[in-house]
T-cell receptor, first 109, second 112 residues
């Protein structure tokens, strides 16, 4: 079992829909990252969370430390949101990031 | 704006011909990382520098080397690229004591 599990693996939605991507982890962490990667592109850090909730524009990220679960939400989705969204956790003990497999999101106009 | 810069964005090299990828940062972060990302896979950490201290991951091939001449710059040297080394190479930085990581745009390496 992977230490970081993302769901769904693939998600296709219509423009304007509310999107939720989930991340569960099984290790002790000091922080959880949500990252975005467009096809052929570099990685952009969207959020870093250690507790609670963060919001940036149409993006919202939440984390429940007790349940070891985080969600990334996109409101009023747009085709330009189409990308791979990756959850990665930083363990308590070292510099390593443990990466989820990513969720490929396609938003259709 | 403070940022992580990678040059070049696209690099084509021949099989066996040494190649160097560059990363620079204006964030004054003391930790710098190199990742390799192959198609549809998660990035894989190759090594990181904590200040001047080099930390190699156990499964990083000897073909990959790194240099950090100063705080701002870090280089990835691939001594004899093979076809299997074609990938996106990502540089990232962080400040000791904070988990936030800043990524560069990546260099896509093609080996012909």
């Amino acid at each position: 079992k992977n230490e970081v599990e993302q769901s769904p693996q693939n998600l296709t939605a219509q423009e304007g829909e509310f999107i939720t991507i989930n991340c569960s982890y099984s290790v002790g962490i000091s922080a959880l990252h949500w990252l975005q990667q467009h096809p052929g592109g570099g990685i952009v850090s969207l959020f870093m969370l250690s507790s609670g909730k963060k919001k940036h524009g149409r993006l919202i990220a939440t984390i429940n430390i007790q349940e070891k679960h985080s969600s990334l939400h996109i409101t009023a989705s747009h085709p330009r949101d189409s990308a791979v969204y990756i959850c990665a956790v930083r363990m308590d003990s070292n510099y390593q990031l443990i990466w989820g497999a990513g969720t490929k999101l396609i938003i259709k106009p | 704006d403070a940022m992580v810069i990678q040059n070049p964005r696209y690099q084509v090299t021949q099989f066996g011909k040494p190649v160097t990828l560059s990363c620079s940062q204006t964030l004054n972060h003391n930790v710098m990382y190199w990742y390799q990302q192959k198609s549809s896979q998660a990035p894989k950490l190759l090594f990181h520098y904590y200040d001047k201290d080099f930390n190699n991951e156990a499964d990083t091939p000897d073909n990959f080397q790194s240099r950090r001449p100063n705080t701002s710059f870090c280089f990835l040297d691939i001594r004899s690229p093979g076809l299997g080394d074609a990938a996106m190479y990502l540089c990232a930085t962080s400040r000791d004591g904070t988990p936030r990581r800043y990524f560069g745009p990546g260099t896509r390496l093609t080996v012909t």
